[in-house]
């Protein structure tokens, strides 16, 4: 039995009891009398106290039809809500975030090492510009987190939004 057809009768075992439960339902219908809808209606109540005598599930075509189709109802419903869920991707980070990869902090380092703020090891950010999208770099943490010395380098950077130009502050 392969994995995946094994996969799929476990996640069809509850399906099948409650549909053999739902023949109790038919079986119920079968047991109300009365000749006009009305009167089915109001007299199904009687027919569910005598389909609960037994406990086994009813066996008659109709019923199982009516279980089956229960059954294979709520699998729809389940399988149509978990295929339209949003914000939940199978298998990945939830929402939209994700880890950043080096080929996404390329654009904003600087090839000469010198024109780079270090923010951690592996990460540089350049102050000669900007790129194109407008984005921002945000540092944020708690205190003794060792931020204070990337907060004092740069403060030593100054960037002028005018000009668009970096330059060092003498204290």
Same mark, same amino acid.
């Given at each position: ?24 339902? $038919? ?30 599930? /009813? ?6 039809? *009516? $279980?089956?189709? *229960? $059954? ?9 809500? /978990? ?60 205190? $003794? ?27």
């Amino acid at each position: 039995m392969t994995n995946k057809l094994k996969k799929t009768i476990i996640s069809s075992v509850p399906y099948a009891f409650i549909g053999l439960f739902a023949t109790k339902l $038919g079986q119920a219908w079968r047991f109300t009398s009365g000749d006009e809808l009305g009167t089915r209606i109001l007299e199904l109540r009687n027919g569910f106290l005598e389909a609960m005598q037994s406990p086994m599930p /009813s066996f008659y075509p109709l019923d199982l039809l *009516v $279980g089956l189709t *229960v $059954g294979l109802l709520l699998r729809l419903i389940v399988y149509e809500r /978990s295929k339209n869920a949003k914000k939940y991707r199978r298998n990945v980070e939830y929402g939209s975030a994700r880890w950043g990869k080096p080929e996404d902090i390329a654009p904003y380092i600087d090839p000469d090492f010198r024109n780079n703020v270090i923010l951690t090891q592996t990460e540089r950010l350049t102050m000669n510009s900007r790129p194109k999208n407008g984005s921002a770099v945000a540092v944020s943490a708690k205190n $003794g987190a060792g931020i204070d010395a990337l907060v004092k380098r740069l403060e030593k950077l100054v960037l002028d939004g005018k000009t668009n130009e970096t330059y060092h502050t003498e204290r």
